[in-house]
């Protein structure tokens, strides 16, 4: 009677210790999911934080390339202004004595107006760059701002949750996620974050759209959708 009642524990202690392990390696290994996650997550905010950054560079020198040309366009104004009043008065001998109206003489007295004319119409283009490159500046800073403090933390928060739900069915060849851009599209497939070309328990993920995933697997595709159930190409 003692001996089965020793027996009778041990195998008890087996079963324990067994559901232990078996408790201890899932969450060891939801563990590593939810650390590739936040790996990923870390990714994608440099991500934006370089195109933002491009984004902004390219419109500074955008917004410089239109006033170096404005002040291009200012000096050749007052040395064609200046240039021609200063050789036709040479040229005509014109003295301080009245002149006909609409005269050679009557055009180079007037230079200096044309040239202040001018001169305003620039600084009204100029000023007008400026505060185009400000509203685009601060679009463009919104925009980033959205992307980093929404859009991304509801990416991971909407990946980490997909973890808990993958718990309860079976997780092969499911499509729990997709997080789509045109440069490198990823999906959740089994757990983990794939990109579009990359390979998952042998089966080639040949394209990522924004709803669904097409897969390969010797020489047949087929397609599935997020949360749709694996099809039998993955047994």
Avoid: C
Wanted: glycine share 6%.
């Amino acid at each position: 009677m003692k001996k089965e009642s020793i027996i009778s524990a041990f195998v008890i202690m087996v079963i324990f210790l067994t559901a232990e392990s078996k408790a201890t390696g899932e969450n060891q290994a939801q563990q590593e999911q939810i650390k590739q996650i936040e790996n990923y997550i870390s990714q994608q905010q440099q991500k934006i934080e370089d195109y933002y950054a491009d984004r902004l560079a390219e419109l500074e020198l955008n917004r410089d390339a239109e006033i170096g040309l404005l002040e291009v366009a200012d000096k050749g104004t007052f040395s064609t202004l200046a240039a021609q009043a200063k050789i036709a008065e040479k040229v005509l001998g014109i003295k301080e004595a009245p002149k006909p109206k609409g005269s050679i003489e009557d055009w180079i007295d007037k230079s200096p107006r044309r040239f202040a004319n001018v001169q305003s119409l620039i600084a009204e283009a100029k000023n007008d760059v400026f505060a185009g490159h400000d509203r685009d500046a601060t679009r463009i800073e919104k925009q980033k701002s959205y992307a980093l403090t929404v859009r991304l933390p509801e990416l991971e928060e909407r990946l980490k949750e997909n973890l808990s739900v993958e718990k309860h069915q079976p997780t092969v060849g499911l499509v729990s996620g997709i997080v789509y851009s045109e440069q490198k599209p990823a999906a959740i497939i089994g757990g983990k974050i794939v990109y579009q070309g990359e390979t998952a328990n042998g089966i080639k993920i040949a394209r990522i759209y924004r709803d669904r995933v097409e897969f390969e697997k010797n020489g047949k595709k087929w397609e599935q959708k997020v949360r749709e159930p694996a099809k039998a190409h993955w047994q």
